[in-house]
């Protein structure tokens, strides 16, 4: 299995961009404002950042003001949802296999014949190992197939890299195998409407990527809440307990300052978002905006 193809599979692995909140808070008139970057204070007073991104490798969503990197580059800690030094290391293509038996344990044949055809027209690497696949990682596997990739990177290795040239202390917030175990506990009806239905996945992507690109969080909790198709306890387990361990985490850095914390951006919204969880211990936690907005690529980047 190749780098690009396993980063691209952990960056997806229900980290901000395939999850959705549990459920959708109503919004008051003006909503909450669109913008992706967030400063947080400490109620000692202790200023840091939080930005929102998301797992794809796009030219659209690199559109960026450049704010976010200026608030970057004068920070002292870098926190992104996974330690992209160790990753690699920490994976290996066992972990994306069933423990025992196979997906015909799971669906009957024709159900597993449809599944694995979708698998091979995104990746034929993974053909004939698609019985033996858990099925929340072939619905990775397809989901970032299905996504054009137009630029050479997601905005989380863009930031990582950046912040590690400019030499920022560097952590993750959640671990290899607390992500993995997201990926055992999806639930198989659910993975396997969404692998049956051609167009439902690749359609979502291209409109989440879109309202991303609009920095609208209201836009992207309403469309994630209307289109995720999870039931409360699913999503509690992938969302809401998630934001609750990363806040926990990311905690001492923001008692220090000069943190810049980069999650997927729908951890931002919901009635149990991690801007909310925050505001809930004393924080406090207003949008950035201004600033000027072009492509972080340079030029011979861009498709």
């Not at 202790?46 to 559109?63: E, K, N, Y």
């Not at 970057?72 to 994976?91: G, H, I, K, P």
């Not at 069933?98 to 034929?124: I, K, P």
């Not at 590690?164 to 409407?193: C, F």
Request: proline content about 4%; some cysteine; aromatic content about 4%.
């Amino acid at each position: 299995m190749n780098r690009p193809l396993l980063t691209l599979i952990i960056l997806s692995l229900l980290t901000g961009l395939m999850s959705a909140p549990s459920a959708a808070r109503p919004l008051d008139a003006a909503g909450r404002q669109s913008s992706l970057l967030w400063r947080v204070v400490s109620p000692a007073g202790a200023v840091s950042h939080v930005f929102g991104t998301i797992h794809i490798a796009d030219t659209l969503v690199f559109r960026q003001r450049d704010t976010v990197l200026q608030v970057l580059d004068s920070s002292r800690t870098y926190a992104s949802e996974l330690n992209l030094d160790s990753v690699m290391n920490q994976l290996s293509p066992k972990a994306l296999m069933l423990e025992s038996g196979t997906l015909y344990d799971l669906f009957d044949s024709a159900s597993v014949e449809a599944v694995c055809q979708r698998l091979g027209r995104v990746n034929t690497m993974f053909a004939t190992a698609c019985p033996r696949l858990k099925p929340g990682a072939i619905m990775m596997i397809v989901a970032m197939g299905e996504v054009q990739r137009t630029a050479p990177t997601s905005i989380d290795e863009f930031l990582w890299a950046r912040a590690k040239k400019r030499r920022l202390q560097r952590t993750g917030l959640e671990t290899i195998a607390e992500q993995l175990s997201i990926i055992d506990s999806m639930p198989a009806g659910y993975v396997l409407e969404q692998l049956t239905d051609t167009a439902q996945m690749s359609g979502q992507l291209d409109r989440m990527r879109r309202l991303y690109a609009q920095e609208d969080l209201d836009g992207l909790e309403s469309y994630a809440a209307e289109h995720g198709g999870m039931d409360d306890a699913t999503m509690q387990m992938v969302n809401d307990n998630r934001n609750i361990r990363m806040v926990g985490r990311m905690e001492a850095m923001l008692r220090q300052g000069g943190a810049f914390i980069a999650i997927g951006a729908l951890h931002l919204t919901g009635r149990a978002s991690v801007l909310d969880l925050l505001s809930s211990r004393g924080y406090r936690v207003e949008p950035v905006t201004g600033g000027r907005r072009t492509s972080w690529l340079a030029p011979a980047q861009r498709e």
